[in-house]
């Protein structure tokens, strides 16, 4: 069952393919119906890799699929690690993600790039599953580069739209940048572990790490039997100067946290996600819920062994996720836009991630994700529902003042259209807040979802939010009082 897990990225690669090639052809819907079965094909594939686990005791398992690159010392194949938090990505990212595919068929629906846009999101679905699947950190990079470049395309998805015409593709611009910086670190560190270990296979590193970590261990105790009074000590170096397995370890996870800045929006580098709503809700959902924020989480859940070596490192995390959590919560409160509110939510949700893994409670933080998962892409599904329900009620309104010979700017109480704006009269804002009111009656479906993903995020008792947050602030105290 397991030799079956390189089709979880086959299915999406071919869904883009056919519409690359077919796509503007056959138009809407059948260019979103694709992209979804091809991204619920991807699931079935994820349910059938947990199921196969299951059968062999949760074993990890590598599947090769080739040699990859080949260069003197270097051997990086293009393998996939099937253990229980790779399968747990793999079920949420292709779950969230069809779900979010069938949504945008309807929320997408007479876009003149409609074929495009699902071409954009089957290789989103395919880049993350490559970040999260494979058994080594040159194929996470792949992945981690791939989220990156799809992020850029679908947030500046409507590049004529916004503010001057340029205001979106300068979102996505923005995003690129910021996550470049990230990067930048994430690229130095995988250079520190091949110069240290002479692999980038996650197997072989961490058991270098975790051995070369043991025996550092045990030396430094026997000289503190052996030397309990020697002066001056042997400091952060070993014989002949080196640095020890421990500096090496610290200085990694320090480059990775730049990254894990990057693309998970933690300070300073989470300046980018507010401006991500620049693209179409679905997208939003996309990269806030499933995909490309959650890879920093993933990175350092993955490298945990690295981390343990490293406390000053784990301490830096925590304060790091902690500081993000407040400010961007604080942040939040001033906001009117109604995707911005969710962005600032969203970077918040990740700070308490971030400083859950950070405290060393990995199963915390991933429990946590997972439930932001789901109750995050409901909230931006529901506010793509209000935008859409607001931007239709306003044009009918428009309309019809039109048609009774209104709409003119001797009835202020009338709005104009949104394509005739008058220094007078700005255009209306479909996602200010501020505009909203009394759709309870008009909207009790969008109402009631809303509600339920409210009470998640808000930690209500019997929520999914509630026990995750519960795992993390038990973990906080139980931390503080040891």
Not at 178 to 198: C, H, K, Y
Not at 310 to 337: E, K, N, R, Y
Request: proline letters at 4%; one cysteine or more.
């Amino acid at each position: 069952m397991h030799t079956l897990v390189p089709l979880i990225i086959a299915f999406p690669v071919l869904g883009l393919l056919i519409n690359i090639v077919a796509g503007k052809k056959i138009g809407d819907p059948w260019a979103g119906i694709i992209a979804s079965l091809a991204s619920g094909s991807a699931f079935v594939i994820a349910v059938l890799q947990f199921v196969g686990l299951a059968a062999t005791g949760f074993e990890p398992q590598i599947v090769k699929v080739a040699d990859w690159i080949v260069i003197g010392n270097l051997n990086v194949p293009w393998a996939f690690q099937v253990d229980t938090l790779s399968v747990t990505m793999m079920l949420m990212v292709t779950g969230v993600g069809t779900l979010i595919h069938i949504y945008a068929i309807g929320y997408m629906k007479g876009d003149e790039r409609f074929h495009r846009f699902f071409i954009y999101m089957n290789l989103f679905i395919a880049s993350m599953l490559i970040l999260v699947a494979g058994n080594n950190f040159a194929m996470l990079f792949v992945g981690w580069e791939g989220v990156g470049l799809c992020s850029y395309l679908l947030i500046g998805f409507w590049f004529d739209r916004g503010e001057g015409g340029v205001a979106n593709a300068r979102a996505g611009r923005k995003a690129f940048v910021v996550n470049r910086v990230g990067d930048f670190g994430f690229a130095l560190a995988m250079f520190l572990i091949f110069w240290t270990t002479g692999s980038l296979t996650f197997g072989e590193v961490f058991h270098y790490f975790e051995e070369h970590g043991a025996e550092a261990h045990a030396t430094t105790e026997e000289t503190a039997v052996v030397e309990p009074a020697a002066e001056g000590g042997h400091g952060e170096a070993e014989a002949g100067g080196a640095p020890s397995i421990a500096t090496i370890a610290t200085a990694i996870t320090l480059l990775m946290l730049v990254g894990v800045a990057g693309k998970s929006a933690q300070i300073p580098l989470f300046v980018w996600l507010p401006d991500a709503m620049a693209g179409p809700t679905p997208v939003s959902a996309l990269i806030h819920a499933a995909t490309m924020v959650t890879a920093g989480i993933y990175l350092i859940v993955r490298s945990h062994p690295l981390f343990n070596l490293a406390p000053a490192s784990q301490m830096t995390v925590a304060l790091i996720g902690a500081s993000t959590a407040f400010v961007a919560g604080t942040i939040a409160l001033g906001q009117f836009d109604i995707k911005r509110v969710l962005a600032y939510s969203t970077i918040s949700q990740l700070g308490f991630m971030v400083a859950a893994a950070g405290m060393g409670a990995y199963v915390a933080a991933m429990f946590h994700l997972m439930t932001h998962a789901f109750f995050k892409a409901l909230l931006f599904l529901s506010s793509g529902a209000v935008i859409h329900g607001m931007e239709h009620g306003h044009h009918a309104l428009a309309h019809d003042a039109e048609a009774h010979g209104g709409g003119g700017h001797d009835d202020p109480h009338t709005p104009t259209l949104p394509h005739t704006p008058t220094h007078h009269e700005p255009t209306f804002d479909a996602q200010d807040m501020r505009n909203m009111g009394g759709l309870a009656t008009l909207m009790p479906w969008t109402r009631l979802t809303y509600l339920i993903a409210c009470i998640s995020i808000a930690g209500f008792p019997i929520a999914a939010g509630f026990y995750s947050k519960d795992e993390i602030l038990w973990k906080a105290m139980s931390n503080g009082a040891t």
